[in-house]
């Protein structure tokens, strides 16, 4: 057996729980949304994204592009009094799990190097953490309490692009998901092989706020031999130039909490 997935085994036999939730505080729902502001400027952010995603773009135009919107979105998110959240405010992005559902020690598996933005689905590398939900049977649901796992917001920010309509087949290894870009820190953060998407382009964003379902989606992931997680990146913009950020420490300080 693969050595990777014995470790995600040994995972869930001797971590029963992989954290405590703080109690009193539970799961929102986003609240507002700036579309309404620049609905044309949210339309072709996400239309960019997925061009870079399916290699349809040149680099310099979607490098200039990107440069372009991303100030754009900022002024929004400061228009409209969006909070520079910093990392002491990170909220894990599972409900009901925290840092021991990332398998490894300080998170194994993080990969920089052959990983380019911009060579979208074909990129190399995996600068990310894989975030693991206990589900035996691969059926989307957490095993302990039989219902999906929300995906929630680590940052605070904006919905800039989501995808909603992969099925299987499809050769995209994200499968459904989102993408946030928040503005006081400069990040692109990443949430990815999700079951259902619960937001869309232009809301904006608090730390915990519930994005996803857990699912299976994604070429790779939907897969019987994947567990089923959450594929997470944060990605620095820095002007039009995303480069993957190592984010382990704040996301193993991260608050934990729980969905009601």
Known sequence: MNRFFIQILLLFILV????????????REVSRSLLGQDRQLFEQFDQLLARVRDNAIAVPSAQTELARLLPLVAGLYRGAAGKGYQSS???FPLAGYGPKAVPG?????????????????????????????????RDEL????????????????????????????????????????DPANDLLVYYAHNREIL???GDLIRPGDKLA?????????????????LHMMV??????????????????????IDCE
Not at 16 to 27: I, K, R, Y
Not at 215 to 228: D, H, V, W
């Open 16 to 27: 029963p729980l992989s954290g405590q939730a703080v109690h009193g505080e539970s799961c």
């Open 89 to 91: 405010a990170w909220v």
């Open 105 to 137: 020690r300080k998170g194994k598996g993080f990969v920089v190097k052959g990983y380019d933005f911009f060579t979208g689905n074909r990129h190399g590398g995996h600068p990310a953490y894989d975030i693991f939900i206990q589900d035996r049977n």
């Open 142 to 181: 957490d095993d302990r309490t039989h219902k999906p796992v929300a995906v929630l917001s680590m940052t605070g920010g904006v919905v800039v692009s989501t995808e909603s309509a992969w099925e299987p087949g499809s050769p995209l290894r994200g499968g459904k998901y989102v993408w946030i870009y």
């Open 199 to 201: 937001v869309k382009a």
């Open 213 to 229: 379902l857990v699912g299976r989606s994604g070429l790779n992931a939907a897969k019987r031999r994947s567990p089923t997680h």
């Open 235 to 256: 990605l620095k913009a820095d002007e039009g130039r995303p480069q993957a950020v190592r984010f382990w420490t704040g996301l193993s300080h991260a608050r934990m």
